[in-house]
């Protein structure tokens, strides 16, 4: 099997760390593996099923000069549309995990459980982009409703673990515990998140926009709508809670159709990549602490709403840097290995 020269940009952040772990467990067909970071990690030893690679600095050269051919993006929006054209010209796919590409009309948004088909775009820039973590457990789950009942709605509320705010995130939740066991917590200043998160929950995850919503509701509204391929409405509420990695999200979506409970939990077993997690007489059902490390989105609580028969609500959980990243980009690069082969 022809092996591939993969960079990683953000080798040392919490997706970069992850997608590491993910391409050893799926055994990717790597030649030679291009860890990049900024200027502060270079020099430092990353270890990869037993042997040391050197992170180098990201330079506009550098993809040119070590021969790559898939680069993963996860720096943050900002690196990626400065340095991304640079792999793409040097020829590699791209596929970036940051927002910067995924709302451009010719950049494919894909989750491959969904829009596999979107991946042969890749041609039109030389990326391929991976949607908001939020977004990729959700529509996992919408995919095979809309395929049956055909949905017309979707209200989310989202239970976003600090993890997905990078390493920061992280470090912010421990050190605030930390404070909280040494009666210090009246004296911490928030640095990533913008109130205290330790024994608290934020309804504000990135910037508000004109209309009240915070940009990353409105990427769950948008990113949605492009890998189905329809204007269903969407409203969402994401809110930061201090779990510290696995995404819940609690959804109620209505079909143009009556739903037959029975029918949707049969095609959420059948979906791919989706585990059904419902018995609550045994108190059986999705949490974080079930799916943090798995690839797998978790459903449970699925149930009809209890005035109207078109209406189902239910519960998912995923692991957001897995899922909702890094395993999603390598299913990504695995299905264009097979397209391009
Ligand atoms: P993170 O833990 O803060 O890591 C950031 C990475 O970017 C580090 O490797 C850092 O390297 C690198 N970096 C920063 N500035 C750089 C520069 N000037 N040049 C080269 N490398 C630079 O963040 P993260 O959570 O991994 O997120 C990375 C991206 O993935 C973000 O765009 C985020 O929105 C997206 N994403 C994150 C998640 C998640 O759950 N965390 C999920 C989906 C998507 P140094 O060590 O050198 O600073």
Redo the contacts with the bound molecule.
């Keep these: 099997m022809r092996k591939y020269n993969v960079a990683i940009?953000?080798?040392?952040?919490?997706?970069?760390?992850?997608l590491f772990r993910v391409l050893e467990e799926v055994d990717f067909p790597i030649n030679n593996l291009v860890p990049?970071?900024?200027?502060?990690?270079?020099g430092i030893d990353i270890e990869f099923k037993g042997k040391n690679y050197k992170?180098l600095?990201?330079t506009e050269t550098v993809f040119e000069e070590q021969d790559v051919e898939i680069a993963f993006?996860?720096?943050?929006?900002?690196?990626?549309a400065h340095?991304a054209h640079f792999a793409a010209e040097a020829g590699a796919v791209v596929i970036d995990?940051?927002?910067?590409f995924r709302m451009d009309a010719d950049v494919p948004l894909v989750v491959p459980e969904c829009n596999p088909e979107a991946i042969s775009e890749w041609k039109n820039r030389g990326i391929i982009a991976?949607p908001?973590?939020s977004t990729?457990q959700m529509v996992q789950v919408l995919k095979p409703l809309d395929d049956i009942f055909n949905i017309t709605r979707v209200d989310v509320a989202t239970y976003q673990?600090v993890?997905?705010?990078?390493?920061?995130?992280?470090e912010e939740l421990v050190n605030q515990m930390q404070d909280f066991f040494a009666f210090k917590l009246d004296q911490c200043e928030p640095k990533t998140f913008a109130h205290q998160i330790a024994l608290n929950v934020i309804p504000h995850i990135d910037v508000f926009l004109e209309n009240d919503y915070t940009k990353e509701e409105m990427k769950m509204v948008n990113e949605t709508q492009k890998i189905l391929g329809k204007n269903m409405e969407i409203s969402a509420t994401c809110v930061r809670v201090p779990v510290m990695?696995s995404?819940s999200e609690a959804i109620t979506i209505h079909f143009e159709k009556d739903v037959n409970v029975e029918r949707a939990v049969e095609a959420l077993k059948n979906a791919e990549n989706v585990v059904v997690l419902d018995n609550p007489a045994k108190k059986e059902y999705p949490m974080p602490i079930i799916s943090t490390d798995t690839n797998e989105t978790y459903v449970g609580r699925i149930r009809k709403d209890i005035n109207r028969d078109n209406v189902l609500h239910l519960w998912c959980v995923a692991d957001?840097?897995r899922v909702?990243?890094?395993t999603n980009a390598v299913r990504i690069a695995l299905k264009w290995i097979n397209q391009e082969a």
């Design positions: 940009v953000g080798a040392t952040g919490a997706v970069g760390e992850e990049l970071a900024s200027s502060k990690s270079a992170v600095e990201l993006f996860s720096a943050g929006g900002d690196i990626s340095f995990n940051t927002s910067h991976n908001n973590c990729i673990a993890s997905g705010a990078g390493k920061g995130g992280m990695r995404h957001q840097i909702g990243a890094a």
